[in-house]
């Protein structure tokens, strides 16, 4: 059941999820820089505004003194008629010039005359509060902070009052202006630019993400659609991805897969018809000589030849079925190194003369090159003559009637390398890199070499592998071949 909810799991597109990303990014990255410059914006923005207002209340405090001077002789004058008409006018004057509102009161706190004011709405009515007592009981100076509310609207404003006076007071001015653009309208103008800019780099960053994350997952779909119909046993497919980057890389290596996996299958169902050919062959050789023999279609006085061909028959299958459990023992882990000191040259003095039989009756030319006469190695020596044992019997088999083969051994650093080198044939170059898989043969044909099985090399390497050792291949066609592996030194 848990695997038939995770099958039937929505996936989530790689695509979208780049595109999220990188509108999320840009998004936090905008919300990160604006914290930043609306702190330093507001702080700028209210010293500006702090240095701002004292500047407008010190011209308008200068401008309540003019007006309260001009206001003096109005106040001290016989008769406040006679003037008020220019007084008015000049009133008017200096309220447009300097765009500001101003009342005029007398001692009584009754309004006598306004500037930039409705005129009805104001004159005769009397003003009453804390600061018109300060102004003209005690000739002080107000400002905004005295509350006062003599003006309709007094939001953002800038008040001055001051007493109209010499030796006594006659009255008083209240004069007014609008203050500069408030801090709030200043961040409310920068967070409209930053709305517009968060938007515009949105829909910028969505068409490049998604160009990008076409880019990236185009291949991905094609490489995904490949190994579906890999998956399918189409082993000849490719996937060319046409990008110069790891996708690229990944295409690379699963072509590469691609074809390994698809010599091994070819390599499967060879080794499938090379060993039933094998297992057919020697047990009906098997089966007709012993038959022939207890029923004595084979005569007495030849018994014991074809009794030869039976024993051959048998080892035969014996090697080809220890080479199957060698195979299941590396493969399944329960092939263990047991390393110890031993002399690498007596170990191939041992080797060489094991295939003396095979050496004699090919007439091949065999040499030992050691550089020592005895030469002490850390590894399993039952495993290196495996090893060996494979290598030197590949050399044979391969090698020509009269050729030569060499087995050399040397030191180098904290390794001693053994060479064996064989003349023939050699091993095409395009077929090197197959060698040590399972079941592959570089002689595609069975009449070339009816013995092997394709297990030999692999065995080789996968032990060289346990023993922590290298093993290299070289081969010139109608040369030679050389097979290089290392042991550590005791």
Known sequence: MKWQNHKNTKRKSISKRLLVAGCVTVFLSYIIASVFLFGMLLNSTKESSLKAVEVKKKLLLSNANRISEYSLDVFTASSFSP?????????????????TDIIV??????IVTVAGLNYDGYIGNYLKGDYIDRILTKGETVSNEDDIDAFAEHENMLIVGLPVSNTEIYGGVLISTIADVTISKQLFGFFKQFVYSVGISLIITFIIFYIISRRITDPIKLIDNTVKEF?????????????????????ENINTMATSVENLEKMRSTFVSNVSHELRTPMTSITGFVEGILDGTIPKEKEDEYLKIVLAESKRLSRLVNDLLSISRLESGSFKI???????CELL??????FETQIVKK???VALEIEDEKMQVFADSDAMVQVVTNLLGNAIKFTPEKGKITVKAYNLSDRVNVEIINTGEGIKKEKLKYIWDRFYKADDSRNQNPEGTGLGLYIVKSIINKSDEKIYVESVENEFTKFTFTIKKA
């Open 338 to 344: 047991d390393k110890k000191n031993f002399d690498i």
């Open 363 to 365: 007439g091949l030319n």
């Open 105 to 110: 009161f007398d001692k009584t706190g009754r």
């Open 83 to 99: 003037s008020l008409k220019n007084y008015q006018r000049t009133l008017e004057i200096i309220s447009q010039s300097t765009d």
């Open 349 to 354: 003095r041992r080797e060489i003369i094991k």
């Open 231 to 251: 998956a399918k046993g189409k082993f000849d497919i490719r996937v060319e991805c046409g990008t110069n980057d790891e996708l690229s890389s990944l295409c």
